[in-house]
């Protein structure tokens, strides 16, 4: 899809289906890699494998300074600086990530010094080492070609990681290999291709002969880090009861845990699709004075979608999990009943985050997501030495709920939006329904009709 294309309804719908595919494509290889991980290494291997990923990755979201957001947006609403907000960003994304790598070397030991991840801080510091510039210039690199409306490359990109995930972990299958760190490698060799790929789909010529701007790279952290504080919250909303079971809980149960949640994570599938093709868009509208009836269209679409999807998964899990995980796993299916509509409001409070950030008020989301940590905490220090794994699951669910109270009260406020209208469905949404699963039936089975339109805007 072309830039000039963002917007319009017919574009934008099959942007989100395209969006859609990819995420499920995405979602199916986190499926087999968790599954093939879960098999071959154990509730005990997992729960090694979930430490090393989650101290990693969370010491180097906690430092990226809302950058890649700032490169959506800025590429989203400058469009004669795209490349330069593109150079800027790679420049700054290599120092920034350098810095990140290198502060959390020194920090992982003292973090995890007398707990029971201890003994995994020397492979989460080479995972680090290898894992943080990279990753930081491959979410630049994705960004740009989000904010600049190149969804076909964007989808293409984001989709190697778990694709090169997949493959990686089916040879050490079919190989008998049940090395954790073996494992870690494949994520990492992932996680660079994906960089390299972006870069090169990233912009198509340098006529205007872009450079670096310590003026566009200040505009963009200052965006960033009205960001940052929220990224902050959010990453110990999402891995604080995963690194707090890691810390105080036997491996096997975050293995569980972490089972359960790769599981209730299909149901990000369409919300999580949508925010990527709802960014621009809202930045597009928020010009035209239209954006409070944009976001009532797409959180009321979105709203009873997920909540379908998470009635789905719930459901089935208790025939699929023990299924595809193995039956060591079946202490995974009662945690579902927490996690699923805490997915939901998960999804649906990154849609609210979204919209607010198109309007240059990144803040709000990032209140949202402080008020979120503040009731993890506070959840978790109640329920998680009585209730162990079970607690953490309530905990998500008072967390994502209370995020999601504050947020459409400010959406209410700031876009002017109508409650009924956010919440009740309408008859153009169920007609939207219906068209948008033909147009999906048509792109998985052929083009048995001519309907175009999505359930979403």
Do not use: K
């Not at 600049?148 to 990109?157: P, T, W």
């Not at 990686?168 to 079919?174: P, Q, T």
């Not at 240059?360 to 998680?384: F, H, K, R, W």
């Amino acid at each position: 899809m072309g830039t000039d294309a963002i917007g319009r309804r017919p574009s934008s719908s099959a942007a989100v289906l395209g969006t859609a595919t990819a995420t499920v494509v995405i979602s199916a290889c986190g499926i087999i890699t968790g599954l093939i991980a879960a098999r071959s290494l154990g509730p005990a291997g997992r729960g090694e494998l979930a430490a090393i990923t989650v101290w990693a990755s969370t010491l180097l979201y906690a430092g990226t300074f809302g950058l890649p957001e700032a490169v959506a947006y800025f590429a989203a609403a400058s469009p004669a600086l795209r490349a330069g907000v593109w150079l800027t960003a790679q420049a700054a994304a290599a120092v920034l990530g350098v810095v990140i790598t290198a502060v959390g070397w020194f920090l992982i030991p003292i973090l995890l010094d007398g707990t029971s991840a201890g003994a995994v801080a020397a492979p989460i510091q080479r995972f680090l080492l290898l894992f943080g510039v990279p990753c930081l210039l491959s979410l630049c690199s994705c960004a740009w070609l989000q904010g600049v409306g190149r969804l076909d490359a964007f989808n293409v990109s984001r989709a190697v990681v778990p694709l090169v995930n997949a493959s990686g972990f089916l040879v050490l299958l079919a190989i008998g290999d049940r090395v954790v760190w073996h494992f870690a490698a494949v994520l990492l060799i992932g996680n660079a291709a994906t960089w390299v790929l972006a870069t090169a789909l990233g912009p198509r010529s340098f006529v205007d002969r872009p450079h670096l701007s310590a003026v566009l790279a200040s505009r963009m952290f200052h965006y960033g880090v009205r960001v940052q504080v929220g990224n902050w919250s959010n990453a110990a909303n999402v891995r604080l009861d995963q690194l707090l079971l890691s810390l105080f809980a036997a491996p096997a149960s975050l293995g569980v845990y972490v089972v359960a949640v790769t599981y209730a994570n299909a149901v990000m599938t369409l919300p999580g699709s949508a925010i990527l093709v709802m960014l621009p868009e809202i930045v597009r509208e928020h010009r035209e004075g239209t954006a409070g009836v944009c976001l009532e269209r797409w959180y009321r679409r979105l709203l009873w979608t997920s909540a379908g999807a998470a009635v789905l998964v719930a459901g089935s899990a208790i025939y699929i999990l023990p299924l595809l995980f193995g039956p060591a796993f079946r202490a995974a299916v009662p945690l579902l009943v927490f996690l699923a509509p805490a997915t939901v409001l998960l999804g649906m409070n990154q849609i609210l985050s979204t919209a607010f950030r198109g309007i240059d008020q990144p803040e709000v989301g990032s209140a949202a997501e402080i008020l979120g940590l503040v009731v993890t905490a506070l959840s978790l220090a109640a329920l998680l030495p009585r209730y162990g794994m079970y607690g953490a699951a309530v905990a998500s669910l008072l967390a994502y709920g209370a995020s999601h109270l504050y947020l459409l009260r400010r959406a209410v406020t700031v876009f002017d939006a109508d409650l009924g209208s956010l919440c009740l469905p309408t008859r153009t949404d169920l007609a939207a329904l219906m068209r948008a699963s033909a147009a999906t039936r048509a792109r998985l089975l052929g083009p048995t009709t001519t309907a175009s339109t999505s359930v979403l805007p």
